[in-house]
């Protein structure tokens, strides 16, 4: 062993040399794999930056919410090629500063784009932890404080819908949670197709309204059931499902000798901001026999306001629920639950691989703590460790002035709209989604008709 390696190797006093150094391809196995000096005085002086660029600079109304630029003018200015060697530290420190300035700033105060903004300071500083740990909740033993913040969180999400019991899983956003929904009906209702394969299942057909989420065709198409599959059902003006129109494709799918299996009914649609009507959906579900999922990633927060939970009303009713904390409650991405009304381990024997390496079941605890199971992922991230921290920070009472001060902003918004020449409000909102048209000068004088419309969508 040369000096300059024997000289790192004891160069860091919290990494004593218990017996001599172990070289074996010119690698000292038993010493530290990194500067640990260099690599404190890195991650250091990123935070530093990360305080002042992503989070004030990124907050501030002053500053833009985006330094636009090409694809093909960011490719060279970002430098995007790897190579055989690495940078200096002052030069990576740049690379982190380019990839702040060029991003979009979401927590901006004028980013409107999506369905979440804002900055959330606890989830952050939770995003923060957890990428420290780098945890991962597939075995209690491995992650034992993510594994108990989750099951608080999902009881007191599960209290909040109305179930007396349930399960759940945080994961990797809403449409792996629709697509879990997808995949628990179809298990539910010919449990054979685990094992056997799509030769177990008859034509199973999946019903939801013309403004769902498109990631319930993902689920149908990813889960062998096809889109064609997935009947759509005509919404109202409000952009809300139509009872009776579900109740007619029903039975056409009837008809047809197919096998109708679950109903997708949204609460809060991703343009008009709707909620389907569970309660009448609900009896559609129970009189045909069929799965209930609400997909209420986006309308899911209106549950912690008692002034506007009456929107999903019903949603106790129903097997499985979406909701993305991440959106409107303002956890920082990702942060969504999957949550299923269900007392049999319907998650478990669904998804369950008895991975023996992993899930023994005569460990010196309570192996009920392994989730890692019940999830089609293995590594998964500590998610619900952003909404436990925030929801510990601002209790339940802080969680819905959020709620009820977005959809009060909701309505002034279209109060303003309705007093702005140019602009014409489409609707009064249900929720915090407004929506209307901006009519530009030259056509304001045109009568309302095809000819308008036309020109309007042209523009």
């Given amino acids: 062993v040369n ?60 500053e833009k919410v985006c330094e636009w630029r090409s694809p093909e003018q960011l490719k060279d200015l970002l430098d995007l090629e790897l190579r055989d060697g690495g940078e200096s530290e002052s030069k ?52 034992p404080v993510f594994t108990l913040m989750e099951d608080a969180v999902l009881r007191k999400m599960i209290e909040m819908i109305g179930w007396e019991e349930g399960d759940g899983l945080f994961n990797a956003g809403g449409s792996m949670s629709n697509m879990y929904a997808v995949n628990l009906a179809r298990y539910s209702h010919c449990p054979d197709i685990k094992e056997v394969g799509l030769s ?6 999946i019903f939801s309204s013309q403004e769902c989420h498109y990631s319930i065709s993902k689920a149908a198409a990813l889960l062998g059931i096809g889109t064609k599959n997935v009947y ?20 056409t799918a009837k008809s047809e000798g197919a096998v109708p299996l679950m109903v997708n009914a949204t609460a809060g649609t991703t343009v008009l901001g709707a909620f389907d009507p569970i309660e009448e959906i609900a009896d559609i579900c129970e009189k045909y026999n069929l799965w209930l999922h609400v997909d209420a990633c986006w309308g899911g927060a209106a549950l912690m306001s008692k002034k506007h939970k009456h929107l999903l009303k019903g949603i106790h009713r129903a097997n499985s629920v979406a ?12 942060c969504s639950a999957f949550l299923i009304r269900d ?6 024997r669904c998804h369950s691989a008895q991975a023996s390496y992993l899930f023994q079941q005569d460990k010196f ?47 002034y918004l279209a109060q303003e709209i309705k007093k702005r020449e140019g602009f014409c409000l489409l609707m009064e909102p249900e ?10 000068p030259s056509l304001r004088k045109l009568p309302d008709g095809p000819e308008l419309w036309k020109k309007l969508h042209t523009v």
Wanted: aromatic share 10%; glycine share 2%; proline share 6%.
């Fill in 3 to 62: 000096s300059s390696v024997s000289q790192s190797h004891v160069a860091d006093p919290r990494h004593p040399v218990k017996c001599s150094p172990v070289v074996i391809d010119n690698f000292v196995l038993n010493g530290p794999t990194v500067d640990v000096h260099a690599a404190e005085s890195f991650i250091h002086q990123a935070m530093e930056m990360i305080m002042d660029e992503a989070v004030k600079r990124a907050t501030n109304v002053r």
């Fill in 92 to 143: 990576i420190l740049q690379r982190c500063r380019d990839a702040i300035r060029y991003s979009v700033k979401t927590t901006h105060p004028r980013f409107f784009n999506q369905l979440y903004a804002g900055m959330e300071p606890y989830s952050m500083v939770a995003s923060f932890i957890t990428e420290a740990l780098k945890p991962s909740l597939y075995t209690y033993e491995v992650a």
């Fill in 200 to 205: 177990a299942a008859p034509r199973l057909v």
């Fill in 232 to 251: 759509v059902v005509p919404s109202d003006k409000r952009g809300k499902m139509i009872p009776s129109a579900l109740e007619e494709q029903i039975k």
């Fill in 323 to 334: 909701w993305n904390p991440h959106k409107m409650l303002m956890a920082c991405l990702q």
């Fill in 343 to 348: 007392k049999t381990s319907l998650l478990q």
């Fill in 365 to 411: 605890y309570d192996v009920s703590y392994d989730t890692g199971d019940k999830s089609v992922q293995c590594s998964r991230k500590p998610d619900a460790f952003k909404f436990w921290l925030m929801w510990k920070a601002l209790g339940t009472g802080e969680l819905e002035q959020r709620v009820d001060r977005a959809l009060a902003m909701a309505r």
């Fill in 431 to 440: 929720y915090a989604n407004v929506c209307f048209w901006y009519i530009p």
